[in-house]
């Protein structure tokens, strides 16, 4: 079983910053792609940043410039490093990430996610 917990969240002023943290834990093999996505209330769930093994980044245009994923892989976590933070940034934001998982004899290879942290960003 594999878990991702977030951490990081919180209220903050436009203006301000903010470092997501997702820790993934469990009989994990090897960890493919992260990324950040984001679900703001009464909206889809969006994309917001990816960050692959070979740590290559993409991110959606709205954040770019403005926030920086990384990853750091002995301790299975990724960040999102968010600065000049905007009122719609407000969102519930989600770590997700393609794991390997289980024993080199039989393992499986999904998508899994956290539960979500809430960013609010005040004007």
């Known amino acids: 079983q594999v878990q991702l917990v977030e951490s990081g969240g919180g209220s903050v002023q436009s203006g301000g910053s903010l470092r997501l943290s997702c820790a993934a834990s469990?009989?994990?093999?090897?960890?493919?792609?992260m990324g950040w996505y984001r679900q703001a209330p009464g909206k889809q769930r969006e994309l917001v940043a990816i960050?692959?093994?070979?740590?290559?980044?993409n991110y959606a245009d709205s954040v770019k410039g403005r926030f920086t994923i990384s990853r750091d892989n002995a301790k299975n976590t990724v960040y999102l490093q968010m600065n000049s933070l905007k009122p719609e940034d407000t969102a519930i934001y989600y770590c997700s990430g393609n794991i390997r998982s289980g024993t080199v004899a039989l393992s499986i290879l999904r998508d899994y996610w956290g539960q979500g942290t809430q960013v609010t960003i005040s004007s």
């Open positions: 960050i692959s093994s070979g740590d290559t980044t």
């Open positions: 469990g009989s994990i093999l090897s960890i493919n792609r």
